[in-house]
């Protein structure tokens, strides 16, 4: 038996999305974060800069997207850590620009996971699709 959801007075049905636990997207995204610095670092992309930023921005999103809302901060937070210490600082620690540029950071990384898991997050109502049997339905 699959599950599918679909909007409350909408037609389309769609397979149910499976999100990380409580917590575990926090992991995820540093885990992540730390892949994609040892795969910047072998383009010789470790630097400040708009690519390793997109990057970070776009893992985000990616991690965001099977995440709840409530987790945002989290991820937003992995993210500004992986970004500062090994994109902005290249040896592993952590560097302080000040509120204005690390909270500005910090914001977008959040604001891209959350915008990545609102969608799944909307109201949805499960429909469950039972496949045809041999036999004919019962």
Do not use: K, Q
């Not at 999100?19 to 400040?48: C, I, K, N, W, Y």
């Not at 901060?73 to 850590?81: E, R, V």
């Not at 992986?82 to 204005?100: D, I, K, M, Q, T």
């Not at 959350?114 to 109502?125: D, G, K, T």
């Amino acid at each position: 038996m699959r599950m599918y959801s679909a909007r409350p007075g909408g037609r389309r049905c769609r397979p149910v999305l499976d999100r990380f636990p409580d917590g575990t997207s926090g992991a995820v995204a540093l885990l992540a974060g730390g892949a994609l610095a040892l795969a910047l670092g072998a383009v010789g992309e470790l630097h400040a800069g708009p690519l390793p930023y997109l990057a970070h921005l776009v893992l985000c999103a990616l991690v965001g997207r099977r995440s709840r809302p409530v987790d945002a901060p989290l991820i937003g937070l992995a993210a500004w850590l992986c970004h500062n210490a090994f994109s902005e600082h290249r040896h592993g620690e952590l560097g302080w620009a000040g509120p204005g540029p690390e909270v500005g950071h910090y914001a977008l990384f959040t604001a891209a996971a959350l915008l990545a898991a609102l969608p799944a997050a909307l109201p949805r109502r499960t429909v469950r699709v039972f496949p045809p049997r041999p036999d004919g339905p019962r």
